[in-house]
């Protein structure tokens, strides 16, 4: 009985349903209403589209932009990078040849680094002033 029930429901609402689509079909009004919202829907969904392809076109642009800068940046750190080297390198021989000098002389190494000290304040205060 049950099984009875549920499928005189189920048949019910199915023919509720189609009834419901036939009258739709006969309401040329619904239509134009259902046809105009959906074409106004389609006009909103492709200016949205076209905003959002813009957007992505201005991210691509400013990813290329960046990449771009990224690049540059890099290459200049390892112009830089290479620079501090060649620096370090004439520092090192600088200082070895000092060394070398202080031993050969008679003045002690410690006047020399005093000279040095010196020296470099005074360039220092001539740099801030």
Do not use: C, H
Not at 4 to 25: E, F
Not at 53 to 62: E, R, S
Request: aromatic content about 10%.
């Amino acid at each position: 009985m049950s099984q009875r029930l549920y499928n005189n429901s189920s048949s019910s609402s199915s023919s509720s349903s189609s009834s419901n689509l036939k009258n739709a079909g006969n309401n040329s009004k619904g239509l134009d209403y259902n046809g105009s919202m959906l074409s106004q829907l389609e006009s909103q969904s492709e200016e949205q589209m076209s905003i959002m392809g813009t957007k992505v076109k201005q991210l691509k642009n400013l990813t290329t932009k960046m990449g771009d800068e990224i690049r540059s940046s890099n290459s200049t750190v390892s112009q830089l990078g290479e620079t501090f080297e060649g620096t370090s390198l004439k520092l090192k021989k600088t200082f070895n040849k000092m060394m070398i000098m202080a031993s050969k002389s008679r003045i002690p190494l410690r006047t020399w680094f005093l000279i040095f000290v010196v020296i470099g304040f005074l360039f220092f205060y001539v740099w801030v002033t």
